[in-house]
Structures are given as structure tokens and as C-alpha cells.
């Protein structure tokens, strides 16, 4: 027979925890546009207390992105994502404060980062796979570690300096897509800080055109909704374009392609017009396109910012000096609380805005 102290600790090794989160609830199909009855949210349980090695936090912030679109699909179509299950929990960037810790690389109080992280309230995470943030590198702003200063900011970064062929002194323009996404804004402001001379970006509304000339310093911003988007580009880029960004593909990219100059490069970064279709990642490019390309020597490689982590550490570094500086403006939406993630935030699955984070400061 137990006694009264073994029945009291065996309840007590029982004991959970009720959190909430968010699970997938149905696919959209490999050509259907993700609305919020693809998640759900639910309660849930984790034990309320820790192994070694783990710890708990409470999640701050959720970053959702468009790459996300493809982990909704059975089959991602990249070896690189994996795909989220039916009814599983959802994950990606996110970020929190620890709870507790039985990890010796973290306390009480830590802030920490995860690009594996879960969309619920609460967590119990392996220490390993956390990374410990400085707020202070940020001004206090720690979503932007998911952002500006995160994947998102080494994507413009790493791009540009890989794939880019950028220089200081070779009167380069640069052309950016989705340049009011979030990867697309602190693209062309980067790429105007390590040394083009001249950039445009495309958008899609006037009052988004008006905040990259204003705010992010580009030169010029094209409508894509409004007028002739190539006699724009003429206008615009009087040279031609000797550096694309592009982040969604499809005919705004075979037009910018159109206007290229010999030798020129392409950073392949997103093709968000392409999310919703069931074709091959690259996308290829229409035959004329393509021999538009070959002709005029046009590079067009995949870039994969996983493949450059060797260089996160001083990337990191750079960005977080600029936005210090206040070289490198950001711009962020943020939705409040774990319930609205599957309503107000499906905008970055089909167009090039991916400024929105999860925030839950209420405990």
C-alpha cells in the first residue's frame, strides 16, 4: 500500500500544466489561398515541471512568415522544410522569457530565441536549441531579432553581398520586388549602405510607395496596381537595372528581367507570387525570359541563408549597428495575442508583408 507521501509526490509528478495553442487545422491545397479555418487554437497540457536540460518559457513573440505557406502543404517542396501536421502544433521564429531553467546556459528571466519554436502560450524547450538575446544590441526592440536583426535582416544582407556582386563606386541601381515586405525593405536600404548608387522598389499601394522614399530611403517606388510598370522601371532606372532583389517572381519579375543590363545579377530570394501554385521552386522563367537571360550573361542562382550561418555572428553584428545608428529603419506589425495568429496574419502567405509578430505580454 502507498503511503500518504508517495501518493502526494506521485500527483505531484502527474501535474500539468494548461496551456493554449495553435494547431493546423486543414491544408489549403497545393493552389488554394490559406484562410484562418486552416488553424485552430486550442487548450492543451504540459508537465509542470522540467527534465534536465530543458526549460520553460513563456512566449512573447511569433514571427509568421512567407515561407510558412509551403509547410502548410503535405509536400513543401524544398528538402529543406518540413511540413506541418494536422492537428500538431504550428512553429517557427518565436521568442520568450525563461520561466524556469534547469539548463546551466540559462536563468530566470533570459530572453531566448528559437527558429523551431511553438505556437502556444507556454513551453518546455530542449536548452540546446536556444540562444540567448541582448536586448541592448537592439534598443530594447526584441522582436527585431526575428526581424531586422534575425533570418529576415541575414537574408537581405547575405543575399546582397553573395549573390548581389554589389560594389562601392560602380554607380550600380538596384531594382527590389515586395520592397514593403519585410525583407524587401531592409534590402534596399542595405543595399544603398553597401554602395548602390540608385534604388527603386515595387509595391503594391501608393501609401506603401511613400514609405519607402520617405521613410526607407529608396530613390523612387513603382505602383505595380497603377500604370505601366515597365515604362516606369524606364524612367526610373535610365541605366537599366544591374541589381534585381526579388522576392515575388511571376510577370513584375519577368519585366524587371526585360530591363537588366549585361552581366547583371539576381538575387533569388522569395517568389510569393508563386506560393499558391503548384509549380517547382525556383520557378523557372518563360522561354523568352530565359533567353533574355543567357544573352545578357544575368546571373540567377538560389539562395539559401542557411547555407551562409558561418557568417551570422558579424552579419548579425552589422545589422544591429546599423539599426543602432539609425542607418537601417524597421517597420513591424504586431497582433496581440495567440487567438488573432490565424486570423489578421494570413496576409504574409499571399502577398510580400511579413512585418507581423505574435505578441502575448500578459502572461
Not at 548579425?316 to 495568429?341: D, F, P, S
Amino acid at each position: 500500500m502507498l503511503s500518504f507521501v508517495e501518493i502526494l509526490c506521485g500527483i505531484a509528478a502527474k501535474a500539468e500544466m494548461i496551456i493554449q495553442r495553435v494547431v493546423l487545422n486543414s491544408r489549403p491545397g497545393k493552389n488554394g489561398v490559406p484562410v484562418a479555418e486552416n488553424f485552430r487554437l486550442e487548450e492543451s497540457t504540459i508537465a509542470d515541471a522540467i527534465q534536465a536540460g530543458q526549460v520553460r518559457v513563456r512566449t512573447l513573440y511569433l514571427s509568421v512568415d512567407p515561407y510558412m505557406r509551403c509547410r502548410m502543404n503535405e509536400d513543401t517542396g524544398s528538402d529543406y522544410l518540413l511540413p506541418w501536421q494536422l492537428s500538431e502544433v504550428a512553429d517557427g521564429g518565436g521568442i520568450g522569457v525563461v520561466e524556469e531553467s534547469k539548463h546551466d546556459s540559462f536563468a530566470k528571466g533570459d530572453f531566448v530565441i528559437s527558429f523551431n519554436w511553438p505556437w502556444q502560450t507556454v513551453a518546455i524547450l530542449d536548452g540546446s536549441l536556444l540562444q540567448k538575446l541582448i536586448p541592448q544590441l537592439v534598443n530594447g526592440r526584441l522582436s527585431y531579432f526575428l526581424g531586422a536583426a534575425g533570418i529576415t535582416g541575414l537574408t537581405a544582407l547575405l543575399g546582397i553581398k553573395e549573390k548581389g556582386h554589389v560594389a562601392v563606386g560602380a554607380n550600380q541601381t538596384m531594382v527590389v520586388s515586395g520592397a514593403a515586405g519585410a525583407c524587401g525593405s531592409l534590402a534596399g536600404q542595405i543595399g544603398r549602405l553597401e554602395g548602390c548608387s540608385r534604388v527603386v522598389g515595387i509595391a503594391g499601394t501608393d501609401e506603401k510607395c511613400s514609405i519607402l522614399v520617405q521613410e526607407m530611403g529608396f530613390d523612387a517606388a513603382i505602383n505595380y496596381k497603377k500604370g505601366n510598370v515597365a515604362e516606369q522601371l524606364r524612367e526610373f532606372c535610365p541605366g537599366g537595372v544591374d541589381v534585381y532583389f526579388d522576392n515575388v517572381g511571376g510577370d513584375i519579375s519577368d519585366t524587371v528581367i526585360s530591363q537588366m543590363n549585361q552581366n547583371s545579377h539576381i538575387i533569388l530570394c522569395g517568389q510569393i507570387s508563386q506560393y499558391n501554385k503548384d509549380v517547382p521552386y525556383p520557378p523557372p522563367l518563360s522561354p523568352d525570359i530565359e533567353k533574355i537571360r543567357k544573352e545578357r550573361n544575368i546571373t540567377r542562382e538560389r539562395f539559401l541563408v542557411l547555407n551562409y550561418m558561418d557568417k551570422q555572428e558579424a552579419s548579425v553584428l552589422q545589422l544591429c549597428q546599423w539599426i543602432q545608428e539609425g542607418k537601417l529603419k524597421v517597420r513591424e506589425t504586431v497582433v496581440e495575442g495567440l487567438a488573432n495568429i490565424g486570423g489578421k496574419t494570413f496576409t504574409p502567405f499571399s502577398k510580400s508583408n511579413n512585418w507581423i509578430k505574435y505578441n502575448d505580454s500578459r502572461g
